[in-house]
């Protein structure tokens, strides 16, 4: 019996679009850089150049928004 990731795709975008909506560039880059540490390991296919990406405000592609 396999289970299923900890996190998806749309968990991912929820918590990036919250840190992207951070004002202080400091205080975002620091909140992005932390979450995206964390969250390793809680899903195979997850990249953390690319969350870090979306956390700023730059998804890499339409379904990163």
Known sequence: MT??????HR???K???TIAAIQDEQTRDF???HF???L???NPAYSFNR????AHGQPSNGRDK
Request: net charge positive.
């Open 40 to 42: 390793g390991g809680t």
């Open 51 to 54: 969350f870090l990406a979306a």
């Open 31 to 33: 909140v992005a850089h």
């Open 36 to 38: 995206a540490g964390m």
């Open 3 to 8: 289970s299923a990731p900890l996190f998806q």
């Open 11 to 13: 968990h991912y975008c």
């Open 15 to 17: 918590i990036a679009r």
